[in-house]
């Protein structure tokens, strides 16, 4: 199964995370320790935001195993940001190809996403029928995770307005989601979803992790927030915050090192908010799909 990266917080250059921690992305292409496919070697991405320039992201993908790409090697030293996002892939739908490597950048919007639709050739074509012509004929690849960002796009811009909250963003995701649900029960299929996903606008971060049915067999999610995540000598540690020091998040699908004080576990079925000034906050998935239920019947 994918595993992913996302870092909020003061520029840091992005070969400090993806290769320096005893755990890194880097390490779990090839030997993951909690999933249950430990090999994610089809494929990688990074992307990037530099508002200096404007606010779409930057964006490197390849079909190559991430551990075999000297290109990341050398284009992560050079490569600083504020706010970031990387992916490892295990493919489970879709071809091994560049279009089918995350994230998947739509305007300012980033999203990359581990975890599995299950069944989704089954109502992949009814999905696609329910997005606007813009995001229908934006949707280049095969992917299950594209098509859950395409839908998202849809009833974000359908609902919203252009410039959506955190709380907004996580209202369209919660109807994407139910959508994918109510497609699969109109089909007869009611297979698990598995969708640990993360999504930024270049100034919030927002993550997911979800399972529908059995909670005990969700993806790992976790977090450390503090003032800086630092490597020295191979040993990386979240330091903490001084007074009116900026923090630092990071957002990732296995713990980067054993040291387990500076992670903390996101609970199933929440979405973890990262905030422009790195403020944390968690919201339950089930206390947002009530409330628009209710505004629906009111």
């Not at 930057?58 to 075999?68: E, F, H, K, Q, V």
């Not at 959506?164 to 007869?188: F, R």
């Not at 979803?193 to 919030?204: A, C, K, T, W």
């Not at 020091?245 to 980067?256: C, D």
Request: proline share 4%; with cysteine.
């Amino acid at each position: 199964m994918c595993r992913f990266l996302t870092y909020s917080g003061r520029p840091v250059l992005m070969y400090d995370l993806l290769y320096e921690p005893k755990n890194s992305l880097i390490k779990q292409s090839v030997q993951a320790h909690e999933s249950v496919e430990p090999l994610n070697g089809d494929g990688f991405g990074i992307g990037w935001y530099n508002l200096e320039f404007d606010e779409s992201p930057g964006l490197y993908t390849s079909c190559r195993p991430a551990w075999n790409d000297r290109n990341l090697s050398s284009l992560s030293r050079k490569i600083k940001s504020n706010r970031f996002f990387a992916h490892v892939r295990a493919a489970n739908s879709g071809g091994v190809t560049e279009v089918n490597c995350h994230p998947f950048v739509f305007k300012n919007f980033m999203f990359m996403h581990n975890g599995e639709i299950e069944d989704f050739h089954i109502i992949k074509r009814y999905l696609r029928r329910e997005v606007s012509d813009e995001i229908y004929n934006w949707i280049q690849g095969q992917t299950d995770s594209e098509h859950i960002f395409g839908l998202f796009l849809h009833y974000l811009f359908k609902e919203f307005s252009k410039k959506p909250t955190p709380q907004q963003c996580m209202s369209a995701m919660v109807m994407a989601i139910n959508k994918i649900i109510e497609l699969k029960k109109v089909s007869g299929n009611e297979s698990d979803n598995y969708i640990n996903l993360s999504l930024s606008d270049g100034e919030n971060t927002i993550c997911l992790r979800y399972v529908t049915h059995h909670h005990e067999y969700a993806s790992t999610l976790y977090y450390s927030e503090g003032s800086t995540y630092e490597c020295h000598d191979g040993i990386c540690r979240m330091r903490s915050p001084k007074e009116n020091e900026p923090k630092t998040v990071l957002i990732v699908s296995e713990k980067l090192t054993s040291v387990e004080k500076d992670w903390s576990e996101v609970p199933v079925n929440h979405f973890i908010v990262v905030d422009k000034d790195q403020n944390v906050s968690l919201h339950s998935f089930d206390s947002i799909a009530e409330s628009l239920l209710a505004k629906k019947a009111a």
